[in-house]
Antibody, heavy 119, light 106 residues
């Protein structure tokens, strides 16, 4: 059974940093691209960042480019998102999502970890 | 960045009726288009991929069509469990979601 479990969310002040993690199990993690998607309270889904199976291709939404960094550790079956220079508008539930292959839709999602940026 | 625009924002439909949701891309995404359903407090669920292929376990009343920049999700004979928010997503160039269409009970 595929499982994606996010962690690392919390309350953080504007301008500070946070590191999110996603622990994957139930599939060959090193064979799939992975993504982060966020959803602000009461709002829609926003793709944040994606990374190929070998970290050779990485992409970011314009809204987070230069502030967030995605990475993965295939030996640990883990996906990460480093969030720097956080703003109030980054407040959201952050989901980890598994790509169907290398350039596809998302077939599995975690339950999300909440990030609140507030002073 | 490809912008996805969904319409309408809200659709009021009576149970048993059909619903037609639209999604437009700012540039061609070929058939690299997926639809997801999200209910309150739940994780998004994949409905359609490749613009028209139903995901595993998705009822036949859900159908998708379109290619290039114009896409449609049709839900025929709406059931109570179909009232939710629906998102389109392009995966032709990284990923982008539309802003969602809420299907509510009329």
């Amino acid at each position: 059974e595929v499982q994606l479990v996010e962690s690392g969310g919390g309350l953080v002040q504007p301008g500070r940093s946070l590191r999110l993690s996603c622990a994957a199990s139930g599939f060959s993690f090193d064979g799939y691209a992975m993504h982060w998607v966020r959803q602000a309270p009461g709002k829609g889904l926003e793709w944040v960042s994606g990374i190929s199976w070998d970290s050779g291709a990485i992409g970011y939404a314009d809204s987070v480019k230069g502030r967030f960094t995605i990475s993965r550790d295939n030996a640990r079956n883990s996906l990460y998102l480093q969030l720097n220079s956080l703003r109030a508008e980054d407040t959201a539930l952050y989901y980890c999502a598994k790509d169907y292959g290398g350039n596809h839709f998302f077939d599995y999602w975690g339950q999300g970890t909440p990030v609140t940026v507030s002073s | 960045e490809i912008v996805m625009t969904q319409s309408p924002a809200t659709l009021s439909v009576s149970p048993g009726e059909s619903a037609t949701l639209s999604c437009r891309a700012s540039q061609s995404v070929s058939s690299n288009l997926a639809w997801y359903q999200q209910k309150p407090g739940q994780v998004p669920r994949l409905l359609i991929y490749g613009a028209s292929t139903r995901a595993t376990g998705i009822p036949a009343r859900f159908s998708g069509s379109g290619s290039g920049t114009e896409f449609t999700l049709t839900i025929s004979s709406l059931q109570s469990e179909d009232f939710a928010v629906y998102y389109c997503q392009q995966y032709n160039s990284w990923r982008t979601f539309g802003q969602g269409t809420k299907v509510e009970i009329k």
